[in-house]
């Protein structure tokens, strides 16, 4: 048994997400050999998130500082690293070395070589996902996939990143792609939240725990998932044992998050404004008063001292192993973000078992199981009364906000503003939390059956499974609910997946053949529960117990929807140069009316190794002009059927509801 301890010698500096002093802006253009622009070439600060891709054109500009290293990668080409000294300039030329042999994962887990795709396929290993120490999936992609964009939603812990794959393709507003883990669809959806930063259920996965990614940004390469795949698909697969003595292994790290900046005041004037009388008043948020002139009035960096630095240690124990016939993989990882501001936070606990077994010499069975553990702890956010920012911007500087008590211990608000009070954030942060509790499950089965030496008979059988509860409270005295309210939502949501296929492969002279004909079938279940109230009886007791009937409101749905889907792909290639390929997916909806539900999603597309193809047919092809050449074309359609009972009224159960004030939410 062999420990490894990974913890970075530097583990105190490598994750401060603070932007130095000294970044100056670097920009250039990054071309082929012969000086063809690549477009969407990666161009990323080596060790760190900040990134960005190139244009049209080809040209590139971000920020970075002296002695960072920029990391310049374009799918097909040679990566380089390019220390910066003292230019601001940086034109690059990049090789091409394309390895054609390596073997990524497509749709529905079938395997391909790099040299044979027809489609748009990206693959990112599992180096690259964890270079930058990033906790979130999207946010490990994000600058490093040409034609995907990752875009934060906020820097609060455990935050959401946004994935758009070529754009968007939907006017609904739901652009995410879909999720595949180890063969079955996952859910990626958006925790339900209201003026606090949310999730998507990406989070849940450990970035640890992941072998490689495949990206399909083409619809021809997405087909195969039908419905599913309008917005593309992110493909992942997990790691698995390997077979010899078992290995036990360690890894860690620590940072630690900054606020960058904070908006810039003005520190002249306190709290006042000047009546068409000539008196002052202090009856506002404005500030218009000289009083802070005078040396004797003390000033406060309210927006300053607000924030503060965020620790972050994420801790994964890892154990495998195995022989010639059977493999395991064990994993525990623990993550804890602390939020700039005090009270937030995001705590992660996972553990995953996987095991792979060859019971026969044609019969091979894997299964796996992961759990995850979160807890989000939210502070207010946005410009509603009780938002943090709302509050920073509006508390002079001549008032100190960490005094926010009174002696009776109420809430202290802007002296003066009695009418149209706003929440002291730190009061805020302590007495109007939003929390979020999240336990998941997601089981894989997986058999494969190979009777003949040209047929492999494949099934898949998974459940996604998670419990999710968001509590939201507005303490009694809160400047958006006087009384008090309280609010919790709760959801259980499962998707299960069950796919069988075919599998023919069979080689005739100077030909490759492969037929797959297969079936999947998803079943999609969600309930979810509302219940809220206001004005609380007794002031200090935070409880829906605490307020009277007449204020309570109830609400419960239940959604079901199911897609079953009949597939083909059928491939030939000619001396592994030229690539044919056909896929064709047809998908009954039940969300559609049975008359109109089924929909055909097919596609083509051949690709020619032509650099090969010309050696081959006896034409000289100089090396010394262009190295690798190949020709790609495709066509296909994809689609999306309607969101279950939008084409129907549905049933619906609701008591003592009413309208709250929506400013904020």
Do not use: C
């Not at 419905?227 to 992110?234: D, F, P, R, S």
Request: net charge neutral; no cysteine.
């Amino acid at each position: 048994m062999n420990l490894k301890f990974t913890i970075p010698l530097m583990i105190l500096f490598l994750g401060f997400s603070l932007q130095m002093i000294g970044q100056r802006t670097i920009k250039g253009t990054v071309t082929s050999t012969e000086g063809e622009p690549l477009i969407g070439a990666s161009v990323v600060v080596k060790g760190t998130t900040n990134g960005t891709i190139t244009d049209l054109d080809g040209k590139y500009e971000l920020k970075a500082k002296k002695g960072d290293i920029l990391e310049f990668s374009y799918i097909g080409f040679n990566s380089k690293d390019i220390t910066i000294e003292d230019q601001d300039v940086i034109n690059v030329q990049l090789d091409q070395g394309v390895k054609l042999d390596e073997v990524v994962v497509t749709a529905l887990g079938i395997k391909k070589t790099k040299k044979s795709l027809v489609s748009a396929v990206s693959n990112l290993k599992k180096e690259v996902l964890l270079e930058g120490n990033q906790q979130n999936l999207p946010n490990a992609i994000k600058g490093k996939v040409p034609g995907v964009v990752v875009t934060n939603s906020g820097g609060a812990p455990g935050a959401s990143s946004v994935i758009l794959i070529r754009g968007s393709n939907s006017l609904s507003g739901n652009n995410q792609p879909l999720f595949v883990v180890d063969g079955i669809p996952i859910d990626n959806s958006t925790e339900y939240g209201e003026s606090v930063a949310t999730s998507n259920r990406a989070i849940d996965i450990n970035s640890e725990d992941i072998e490689s990614v495949s990206i399909l940004k083409g619809a021809s390469a997405a087909a195969l998932y039908g419905i599913k795949a309008a917005n593309g698909v992110v493909i992942i697969t997990t790691k698995s044992g390997k077979a010899g003595k078992g290995e036990l292994s360690y890894s860690g790290t620590v940072s630690f998050d900054n606020v960058v900046g904070t908006p810039d005041i003005q520190t002249k004037y306190g709290q006042g404004s000047m009546l068409s009388s000539g008196e002052i008043t202090k009856e506002t948020t404005f500030s218009w008063n000289d009083t802070v002139l005078d040396a004797s009035v003390k000033t406060y960096n309210n927006i300053a001292d607000f924030y503060r630095q965020a620790l972050t240690h994420n801790h994964n124990l890892t154990y495998s192993g195995g022989n010639d016939k059977s493999t395991y993989y064990f994993s525990a990882g623990f993550l804890d973000q602390d939020g700039v501001i005090n009270h937030a936070g995001y705590r992660r606990t996972s553990l995953k078992v996987k095991a792979n077994s060859r019971l026969k010499k044609n019969l091979n069975v894997t299964g796996s199981m992961n759990y995850v553990n979160s807890r989000a702890d939210r502070t207010r956010q946005g410009s509603s009364k009780s938002g943090s920012f709302r509050s920073l911007l509006n508390y002079p500087i001549d008032i100190d906000m960490k005094d926010y008590l009174n002696e009776d211990g109420t809430q202290k608000h802007i002296p003066g503003l009695t009418d149209f009070p706003i929440d002291n954030p730190y009061w805020s942060a302590v007495n109007n939390p939003v929390t979020n509790r999240v336990d998941r499950y997601i089981s894989i089965g997986n058999v494969v059956y190979s009777p003949f030496s040209f047929l492999d008979i494949r099934y898949t059988l998974g459940a996604d499974m998670f419990f999710e509860k968001n509590k939201s409270v507005y303490s009694y005295g809160s400047a958006s609910f006087n009384d008090g309210y309280i609010g919790e939502y709760s959801q259980f949501k499962q998707i299960t997946t069950s796919t069988a296929m075919l599998d023919f492969h069979k080689k005739f002279n100077d030909y490759n053949f492969g037929l797959i004909l297969g079936n999947n079938v998803e079943d999609n279940y969600r309930r979810t529960t509302y219940w809220s109230g206001k004005d609380f009886i007794e002031p200090d007791f935070v409880s829906i117990n605490n307020v009277e009937q007449a204020n309570r409101s109830v609400s419960q749905n239940i959604r079901r929807y199911r897609i079953i889907g009949n597939f083909a792909d059928f491939k030939v290639d000619w001396k592994s140069l030229v690539f044919l390929n056909f896929t064709g997916r047809y998908d009954l909806s039940s969300t559609l009316p049975k008359s109109n539900n089924g929909f055909f999603y097919p596609s083509i597309g051949i690709s020619i190794i032509a650099s090969d193809l010309l050696n081959e047919l006896g034409i000289n092809f100089s090396n010394d002009i262009l190295s690798y050449w190949k020709l790609r074309t495709s066509y296909a359609q994809v689609g999306k059927d309607a969101p279950p009972h939008v084409l129907a009224t549905p049933m619906m159960s609701s008591t003592n509801s009413y309208t709250v004030d929506p400013q904020g939410f």
